[in-house]
């Protein structure tokens, strides 16, 4: 059984930063690749960041880039997602996500998301 396990959510103000942390348990984490996604109160779930199982990739929504840096540590079966100059749009709850690379990519381009395994989602809510 995979557990994907969300940490670091919280409130924030806007122009600040947060630090998000995915702990993977129950299988090899570093032949999957990794994602983010968010869903925002009353919107559909979209994609925030991808990576690929060495980390050579990273993959990023026009939403976020060069605000957020997706990266993971192999050897600590984690995964993190630096938020910096975060805005008052980016609250939602955040779920991290572990899958085949090709679902990843396609994810950036797709509502209909074909990760295999998700976690239960951690808050950002970003005050004005």
């Known amino acids: 059984q995979v557990q994907l396990v969300e940490s670091g959510g919280g409130l924030v103000q806007a122009g600040g930063s947060l630090r998000l942390s995915c702990a993977v348990s129950?299988?090899?984490?570093?032949?999957?690749?990794m994602a983010w996604f968010r869903q925002a109160p009353g919107k559909e779930r979209e994609f925030v960041a991808g990576?690929?199982?060495?980390?050579?990739?990273?993959y990023y929504a026009d939403s976020v880039k060069d605000r957020f840096t997706i990266s993971r540590e192999n050897a600590k079966n984690t995964m993190y997602l630096q938020m910096n100059s975060v805005k008052p749009e980016d609250t939602a709850v955040y779920y991290c996500?572990?899958?085949?690379?090709?679902?990843?990519?396609?994810?950036?381009?797709?509502?209909?998301?074909?990760?295999?395994?998700w976690g239960k989602g951690t808050l950002v809510t970003v005050s004005s």
């Open positions: 996500a572990a899958g085949r690379l090709a679902a990843v990519i396609a994810a950036r381009s797709s509502s209909k998301y074909a990760m295999d395994y």
């Open positions: 129950g299988r090899t984490f570093s032949s999957n690749a």
């Open positions: 990576i690929s199982w060495s980390g050579s990739s990273t």
